[in-house]
């Protein structure tokens, strides 16, 4: 009988130990950053498609590229200055447009964006136009309208240009960005705004306002050369599922969500550790400039830190995915947290370098990269159950 005690006392301590043993595992796998949850362990991600060049077509530029329900992709072609529908096997579907000037031709389509219901809308910047293709797989023009604005003298803030044209529900919002004053040097340029647009054109109310710093700008004649300080700070901009811009100033990791009506939810706020900028860092981002002045004004402005975050797309499932700096400047991969507002929980997964990835949708993320060649592709990754 004591026997059997000592054994079932070890046998317990052993059991007790290994949850002690676990528990600590736990703690060590999920740090806490403030009310957030950092999932050590990467989540998997598996690439199921890289396409560039094929019997049918290959890509001159990718400029932009947005996914159907149905996983057709739909990318924007800016050298062949036209649409191409892939399949979800990478084969072409179709072609949408071409260069012109009549409805449903380009001059210099900037973006593209399939919107609820699968419509396909395409900003042409330069004339200001905005045209819209039925869904596919059998897309075919539906409209097109040109937007007005209002234009005061060069080199104000009423004078500029229109970057893109999102679409939220059956509301339509543009980004709209100021042209650089004439001025020698380097300076803090005007913000960019999103303000909402009707559906006949016309530029109404400001729901967001961006912020932009570190930038150099020099006029030579006619011409104007700008130069962005790398490692700098700027507002990161997506839409989200529920019709709502998300941004974040990307010194700090803070998402919020801007609704039509100008009401603003803060969605995350996770406390970051500063990422240094190395030497290494900062002669490879410093050597290429060739104009002294602006090199030296560069070097002077050198943050000492890295952004808190570079890029941000929000998946069809409300979680957030944002790009985190590189530890290394030799990497050849780069982390990116997703974050989940519900759980408040981060995963963490690695791209390639050279990956921006565009969209996340019903699990897959999709992006532009190029090949070991240097030839634009379109990349797709599953995320792949845990065992």
């Not at 339509?172 to 004053?181: E, G, I, S």
């Not at 570190?214 to 997506?238: K, M, W």
């Not at 952004?307 to 944002?322: E, I, Q």
């Amino acid at each position: 009988m004591p026997a059997f005690e000592a054994t079932s006392g070890f046998r317990l301590y052993l059991l007790l130990f290994g949850l002690l043993l676990v528990g600590c595992e736990d703690a060590r796998e999920a740090p806490r950053l403030g009310d957030w949850t950092l999932r050590t362990d990467p989540l998997p991600l598996r690439k199921t498609l890289q396409v560039s060049e094929t019997e049918n077509y290959f890509f001159g530029s990718i400029r932009d590229l947005d996914v159907t329900s149905a996983g057709r992709m739909v990318v924007l072609d800016g050298e062949a200055t036209h649409l191409k529908v892939l399949r979800p096997d990478g084969t072409l579907l179709d072609t949408l447009g071409r260069e012109g000037q009549a409805p449903g031709e380009f001059q210099f389509p900037a973006t593209v964006e399939v919107a609820r219901g699968d419509s396909v809308y395409v900003f042409d910047a330069e004339p200001d136009r905005l045209t819209v293709f039925t869904p596919p797989p059998a897309p075919a023009l539906a409209r097109s309208m040109t937007i007005t604005r209002e234009q005061g003298p060069r080199g104000t803030d009423a004078w500029g240009s229109l970057q893109t044209v999102r679409v939220l529900g059956d509301t339509l919002a543009t980004q709209f960005r100021p042209y650089y004053a004439r001025e020698e040097g380097y300076r803090q340029p005007a913000p960019a705004t999103w303000r909402l647009l009707s559906e006949t054109g016309v530029l109404g109310d400001t729901l967001l306002q961006e912020r932009r710093k570190h930038i150099s700008i020099s006029f030579e004649g006619q011409g104007v050369g700008i130069e962005s300080l790398p490692f700098d700070r700027s507002t990161q901009v997506a839409v989200g599922p529920d019709d709502r811009f998300y941004h974040g100033w990307t010194d700090s990791l803070q998402i919020q969500a801007t609704a039509l009506d100008g009401t603003t939810e803060v969605i995350a706020h996770v406390p970051t550790a500063p990422v240094p900028v190395t030497d290494a860092d900062r002669d490879s981002a410093l050597s290429p400039i060739e104009r002294t002045d602006i090199r030296q004004q560069f070097t002077d402005a050198f943050p000492q830190t890295k952004p808190a975050f570079t890029d941000l797309v929000v998946a069809n499932d409300g979680r957030l995915w944002v790009r985190r700096p590189a530890e290394d400047a030799t990497s050849d991969t780069v982390p990116w947290w997703i974050l989940d507002p519900e759980t408040q929980t981060i995963h963490q997964v690695r791209l390639p370098r050279d990956v921006a990835l565009a969209v996340v949708q019903d699990g897959k993320a999709y992006g532009k990269t190029t090949t070991e060649m240097g030839a634009p592709a379109v990349v797709r990754y599953r995320m792949e159950a845990k065992d």
